[in-house]
């Protein structure tokens, strides 16, 4: 029985399976040969595409399909020599021409089906070229390529098409500028450069979910404190305004939920501009994440501690203006007042800050709060009294929808609140005594 010809190699010598027994060291080689062959193949079919009026041959897409196989492999990466970008870079622009007289000519239906391969394996090519590869990441840099990829991922937005060959040229460049960014501050910042706001606000407005996850990916990976803070400009609050409205819809969206509480709750002044303008239930989602982050037990630096208490303050404000809005609670349904929604929220928060010593400290000074709190209790009980709702202490209750009323619970956790924040501070303690509240435990 005739056994089965060895599979060959772009150097057209036989690729070796795994456990062949063959040292590593002439399996290397052979890598090495592969992507030199590839790259000369590489070269020619980059040179005959960017002919005017040359048409894509298939053999080029295989080419490119083969080098994205190869840089799987650390040694390949390692051994890719600048042409192959140049000609990479080639194939793009030619390809970007294409598209940008199909958007021109929108009138007339042109085929592009090839073209969009070949788009999405030249950026898988670049994408496998850059992980844990340096060298590549600053040539591919200093060739300019992040400035083309921008540019053509902005015209795959402008077709508007559906089908997902388009998709997956659209994704496969995302994780491209990813894997380009990926402990590169040198990139990261290129990145942003050409990238900021338009490019994210593109994509993370964009129906498709891998692609705004994908984005995600690339903002977090880009953003730093300094960069956070030109988020603060007018135009650019939009982005981060985006990133929360995409954490809403994507609930599981880990890199969102990154963005949010490693990057934007760590500048209070971007928090405050960006609660001004949410609405009642992207509020609630905001001091979610906030309550998500102030319950983490990590150590914070200096920095970051003022930044925690700047917005404490904050939030400390928020409550003291909206606190009485609980009390249309006792005869709204489970959902219908927002605000008053919102303002539950804020008192969870700020109980889970005075539970932590250092922002305990602080807000005990913050003015009126412990006033506000004390009232709010007041007011509350008095509600319970005057009719049966959820503050009646006796209130029982007759249904699932009413154990989970979002008002039950709210007398009690203003009482921890007044008992933290008067707790080992005499002059709060007199401060309840006097409004006749009583000294309460702490927590």
């Known amino acids: 029985m005739r056994g089965h010809e060895p599979k060959t190699g772009p150097s057209g010598r036989a690729l070796l399976p795994p456990g062949s027994g063959q040292g590593a060291g002439l399996r290397a080689g052979m890598a090495v040969a592969d992507v030199r062959a590839l790259a000369e193949q590489l070269g020619c079919a980059a040179r ?27 040694l390949p990466r390692e051994m890719a020599e600048e042409s192959i970008f140049q000609n990479l870079l080639a194939i793009l622009m030619k390809t970007s021409r294409e598209i940008e007289l199909a958007c021109k000519d929108s009138c007339e239906s042109v085929n592009l089906d090839m073209d969009l391969l070949l788009i999405a394996e030249c950026f898988r090519c670049l994408r496998n070229a850059c992980v844990h590869c340096a060298k590549n990441q600053h040539i591919i840099r200093n060739l300019q390529l992040i400035d083309v990829s921008v540019h053509l991922i902005q015209l795959l937005h402008e077709l508007e098409n559906e089908q997902e060959l388009l998709l997956t040229a659209f994704r496969c460049s995302l994780q491209f500028l990813g894997n380009l960014a990926a402990g590169n501050e040198d990139s990261q910042n290129s990145i942003w450069k050409c990238a900021f706001p338009d490019l994210f606000l593109t994509c993370l407005n964009h129906h498709d979910a891998k692609i705004i996850a994908y984005c995600c990916m ?18 650019n609050l939009n982005v981060a305004l985006a990133v929360l409205k995409v954490y809403r819809k994507q609930l599981e969206s880990e890199w969102s939920f990154l963005i949010v509480t490693d990057h ?65 609670l006792t005869s709204a349904s489970k959902n219908e007042d927002e605000e008053a929604l919102v303002t539950i929220r804020l008192l969870d928060v700020l109980c889970e800050m005075t539970s932590n010593n250092r922002q305990l400290e602080h807000l005990q000074t913050c003015p009126g709060l412990l006033e506000t709190a004390v009232d709010t209790l007041r007011l509350t009980h008095l509600a319970g009294k005057q009719a049966t ?38 002059e709060n303690q007199d401060k309840c005594k006097s409004c006749t509240c009583g000294q309460t435990q702490h927590k």
């Open 48 to 74: 005959v595409y960017g002919v005017p009026g040359a048409a894509l041959s298939p053999g080029c897409l295989e080419t490119v399909r083969q080098l994205s196989g190869l840089f799987r492999e650390t």
């Open 218 to 235: 690339v903002l977090f990976t880009c953003l730093n404190s300094e960069k956070v803070r030109e988020l603060l400009e007018q135009k």
């Open 264 to 328: 934007l709750l760590k500048c209070p002044e971007l928090g405050k501009a960006m609660y001004a303008k949410l609405s009642n239930q992207e509020r609630i989602t905001l001091l979610e994440l906030i309550m998500a982050k102030i319950s983490e037990k990590n150590q914070v630096t200096s920095e970051e501690l003022t930044g925690i208490l700047k917005q404490a303050d904050f939030l400390a404000n928020c409550f003291q203006e909206k606190c009485q809005t609980v009390l249309r």
């Open 389 to 426: 709702n959820v503050f009646t202490a006796t209130h029982s209750v007759t249904g699932e929808g009413e154990i989970s009323h979002p008002a039950v619970g709210v007398k009690s956790h203003l009482i921890r609140l007044i008992g933290n924040l008067c707790y080992k501070n005499k």
